[in-house]
């Protein structure tokens, strides 16, 4: 096919996927091209941290968990189309209770998401697996936090009942700590 160029924008129901045919076998492998998403337009919500918040299609969410108390926070039933954002508000040196992500009912995260983790002091990542639909952060008790002042976590739906999971967390050489495991 030919190169195309647009002069207006390109939309698209159901996302955009980037395919990559494999040069050796010729196989194609398909791939939803995410990242985080255009805010622009979204509603900011200052969202105070209690042990249960819920995250709301449309709304950046900045949060004040701490690490002192752990805090669940609940996705809204994943339909094409929706868009969550949680934004740390405070850095996560004030204990090690968790910050547990759920998605809704038999919701799930797209199988083999990605998400750094620090658990070991080093860069790794945690790999989803099919069903699983929680995500759980375990902060260290320290200023060395992976998940720390204006870290992005976005949850977008491209199908429905399967988020996509985009980040943008501490990359100082500092935050070494806290770790993000993919749970059922």
């Known amino acids: 096919m030919a190169n195309t160029t ?14 990559v045919k494999n040069n050796v076998t010729g196989a194609f492998v398909t791939r939803q091209a995410a990242g985080l998403p255009d805010i622009t337009g979204m509603t900011y919500a200052d969202t105070a941290t209690a042990s249960n918040i819920s995250l709301a299609d449309g709304i950046v969410s900045v949060v004040n968990y ?8 609940a996705l809204p039933a994943a339909f094409s189309g929706l868009i969550c954002v949680y934004v740390q508000a405070k850095d996560t040196a004030g204990g090690t209770a968790t910050l547990t992500f ?3 009912g038999t919701d799930a995260w797209a199988t083999g998401s990605l998400i750094e983790s620090r658990a070991a002091a080093e860069v790794a990542f945690d790999k989803s697996v099919a069903g699983e639909g929680q995500l759980v952060f375990t902060p260290a008790d320290a200023a060395t936090n992976l998940l720390t002042t204006g870290s992005m976590i976005a949850f977008q739906c491209f199908e429905d009942g399967v988020w996509t999971i985009s980040t943008k967390l501490g990359g100082a ?7 993000f495991a993919f749970a059922a």
């Open 102 to 104: 759920n998605a809704n």
């Open 6 to 19: 647009f002069t207006g924008p390109v939309r698209s129901q159901n996302g955009f996927e980037v395919a």
């Open 66 to 73: 701490t690490g002192a108390a752990a805090c669940a926070a």
């Open 173 to 179: 050489a500092d935050a070494t700590t806290g770790a």
